[in-house]
């Protein structure tokens, strides 16, 4: 069975910090991805970023980095010199890579707030 | 580009009473999904429509829950009858086949029900 586990349920940091967010999953499928979505107030999930079992190449999208590391099962998300726009929450996702099986399971999410 | 458009945007019922959200998902996008998200937890998938056939409603309970997706277009998820456990988001989602896209979902806002 796939299981994803965000430990950390809130977080509250200054504008301008760095921030770290958890995510460590467990699958017996030898491909799969990885997701990041963000909820923000409004209650729409919007994607972030998919990452391939097979790829381990950490990435970064302008104040957003990716950490995968599957010797660790983890995929950590960090937020750097945060700003107030990045509060909302934040669920980690796991799929099968296959057709057809586009079911995502979702962590149980981390609020985190930014405090100016 | 109009997004997944649901409503109504809150409901608030009776236990007993039967309840009905609405989903007009992306045009062109294949596959719809209705997931359920509890206070504080992340979504859980309650069934995955390819076009108009349900490909995946394990996680429907079926005796109370019923859906539908008409023409592979617009869905409806009816409660009947529904009980205080029921109180959530239900959230619609859309999305495309096709490797690159795989898993990448496009959320509507959801529907808040609380059953009193």
């Known amino acids: 069975a796939q299981k994803v586990t965000q430990a950390q349920t809130e977080i509250s940091v200054v504008e301008k910090e760095d921030v770290t967010l958890d995510c460590v999953y467990e699958?017996?499928?030898?491909?799969?991805?990885l997701f990041w979505y963000k909820q923000p107030p409004s209650g729409e999930l919007v994607f972030l970023i998919r990452r391939n079992s097979f790829d381990e190449q950490n990435e970064i999208s302008g104040r957003y980095s990716w950490n995968f590391q599957k010797s660790t099962s983890s995929f950590n998300f960090t937020i750097t010199a945060s700003q107030v726009v990045d509060s909302a929450v934040y669920f980690c996702a796991l799929s099968e890579a296959k057709r057809g099986a586009q079911k995502l399971v979702f962590g149980q999410g981390t609020r985190l707030t930014i405090n100016p | 580009e109009a997004g997944v458009v649901q409503s109504p945007r809150y409901k608030i019922i009776e236990k007993k009473q039967p309840v009905a959200f609405w989903c007009n998902p992306i045009?062109?996008?294949?596959?719809l999904y209705w997931y359920r998200q509890n206070l504080g937890q992340g979504p859980e998938l309650l069934i995955r429509y390819e076009n108009e056939e349900a490909v995946d409603d394990s996680q429907l309970p079926k005796d109370r829950f019923s859906a539908e997706r008409l023409k592979g277009v617009d869905s409806t998820l009816k409660i009947q009858p529904a009980e205080l456990g029921d109180s959530a988001v239900y959230l619609c989602?859309?999305?495309?086949?096709?490797?690159?896209?795989?898993?990448?979902?496009?959320f509507g806002s959801g529907t808040q029900l609380s059953v009193l």
């Open positions: 045009s062109g996008h294949n596959t």
């Open positions: 699958t017996r499928d030898t491909t799969y991805y």
């Open positions: 989602a859309s999305s495309l086949e096709g490797t690159s896209l795989r898993g990448k979902l496009f």
